[in-house]
């Protein structure tokens, strides 16, 4: 900080003093630019705010409908027109759990039937097939209470595009021969792709996205059935996600 | 309106983003896998490059030089917020598609580029044209692309156009090649290879169009008038 005693001196002499601080004018110029800046970032981060506060609503809509799509997708026939509110609300938490390739506590739904309120048909179990061909397939199985799968989807994956992403709807139908069928049906030995003596197609170039997908249907099938009372049955938790999560059972 | 022409002309062919700037080619080659992410992705683009021109040159003489970048980018990644929360609005499952390439427009080199190589020195109706007509050549690049792969990547044109336009496009989708796919296109390679016959097609034309002019002025000094094919950079 120069004092102002020093503005008689000729500057030109004082020049590591100069160097140590910076004169007036440069001082002004960063101030300017500082303030300018500060009041740019302000208008700039107004116009988002503002964007934001008229499409947030639009916007969680579209997450929900999108979400309520993806879950009527692998719900039964029957229970395809069901409530959205209701089938999003039916969100409980269950623990970790290796077999559906989840590490952390997940998310899962209840469809319940017509009129009822604790009448489980089908559950809606987001897994995940750690082995695909490059990283996780996050995939979607839906279960009725008497073991039968109801349908699967893909959510999300990185599968070769013209090879292994035919495990998508829109690309192709495989996905779709799940539904029906249950643990006894086709046998343990079934439950793998037809290269491997099993049941389910592979496609031409691909037999590992399949293969994954295949086991992590199975894998979801038996869990199904050892969780089958926690899952379907009476037990007294309640479809609020937040109650779920203090009264987790091991 | 010579002007007007002259802008026109720089951002759709001569100065082409694309195909002569090479700029932005990230989101170029990685979202032209279809038409529809690519018309996606193109006219996100030509929003941001206009919204970020016109507030570009209406502020050129407020802000100091030593800031101007600083700035320049806080508006642009404004304009792409919006734009990523508009489509996450209106087109939210295109916009599932796209991903992070729409963030990602931020770090678009042809935008930060027009701001402060054109908006910055200019008014605000030829900086939103340039703006326009380069986001305008940008997209049409993008689209070309976009096109050529899905057409002979995937043998088919314009699927899944509803998810940009709504349900009235729902039927467009046509396959031209039924049972056909060509990998190679639809991976990134296949990106490579046809935005490189692009530029080479780009150059022929213009090559020839030298040649034409040259032969109907045969007095003018032909060797001090050739066209560089590669383009200048404004």
């Keep these: ?43 700039t981060a107004g116009i988002v705010a503002g ?61 319940t039937r017509e009129g009822s309120q604790d009448d489980t048909a089908a559950v809606v179990l987001p897994v995940i097939a750690p082995n695909g061909y490059s990283g996780d397939i996050d995939l ?60 389910f197609d592979a496609f031409t170039g691909a037999t590992i996205t399949p293969r994954a997908v295949v086991e992590a249907v199975h894998h979801t099938l038996g869990y199904v059935r050892d969780h089958h009372e926690r899952l379907f049955g009476d037990m007294p938790d309640t479809p609020n996600p937040n109650a779920e999560q203090q009264g987790e059972t091991p | 309106m010579s002007q007007f022409n002259e802008l026109a002309r720089n951002g759709l062919w001569a100065n082409n983003p694309a195909l002569v700037q090479l700029l932005g080619l990230c989101p170029l080659l990685a979202v032209s896998g ?117 057409l002979f990547g995937q043998g088919t044109l314009f699927t899944q156009m509803d998810l940009l336009l709504g349900p009235v496009a729902a039927n467009w989708g046509i396959t031209v090649f039924p049972d056909y796919d060509f990998l190679f296109l639809v991976l990134p390679p296949g990106a490579f290879f046809a935005t490189g016959l692009l530029i080479a097609l780009k150059n022929l034309i213009d090559d020839r169009q030298a040649r034409l002019r040259a032969t109907h002025l045969p007095q003018s000094p032909t060797e001090s008038r050739r066209v560089r094919v590669t383009g200048t950079i404004r």
């Excluded at chain 1, 395809?80 to 506590?105: C, K, M």
């Excluded at chain 1, 595009?161 to 049906?185: C, N, Q, T, V, Y």
């Excluded at chain 2, 992705?41 to 919204?51: D, K, N, P, S």
Aim: with cysteine.
């Design chain 1, 1 to 43: 900080m120069s004092a102002p005693s020093h503005r008689n001196d000729a500057p030109n002499n004082d020049v590591p003093h100069h160097q140590a601080t910076p004169g007036k004018p440069m001082r002004r110029a960063i101030l300017r630019g500082a303030v300018g800046l500060g009041l740019f970032a302000m208008l």
């Design chain 1, 51 to 111: 964007t934001r506060a008229l499409t947030a609503e639009r916007i969680a809509d579209n997450r929900l409908a999108s979400q309520h799509g993806q879950l009527t997708e692998v719900l039964p026939e029957a229970l395809a027109d069901l409530d959205i509110e209701r089938l999003i609300e039916s969100a409980f938490t269950l623990p970790a759990s290796p077999a559906l390739g989840q590490t952390a506590p997940f998310t899962a739904w209840r469809a």
């Design chain 1, 140 to 199: 979607l199985v839906g279960i009725t209470d008497s073991g039968f799968i109801s349908g699967v989807r893909v959510t999300r994956h990185q599968e070769t595009p013209g090879l292994g992403d035919a495990i998508e709807s829109r690309k192709s139908g495989w996905i779709e021969d799940f539904a029906g069928h249950s643990l006894s049906d086709p046998g343990p030995n079934g439950w793998a792709v037809t290269k491997d003596g099993g049941d």
């Design chain 2, 34 to 150: 279809s038409v529809v992410n690519a018309l996606g992705l193109g006219l996100a683009t030509l929003l941001v490059l206009v919204g970020s021109n016109v507030s570009v040159s209406l502020i050129r003489h407020h802000v100091p030089d030593t800031v101007r970048l600083p700035a320049f980018v806080m508006i642009i990644a404004a304009f792409v917020t919006c734009a990523d929360l508009l489509m996450q609005a209106y087109t939210y499952e295109l916009h599932q598609i796209l991903g992070i390439f729409i963030p990602l427009i931020v770090t678009n080199c042809a935008i930060l580029g027009r701001a402060d190589g054109f908006a910055a020195k200019n008014p605000v109706l030829p900086a939103a044209t340039d703006g326009l007509m380069m986001g305008l050549g940008f997209a049409a690049v993008l689209v070309v692309l976009g096109a050529v792969r899905e």
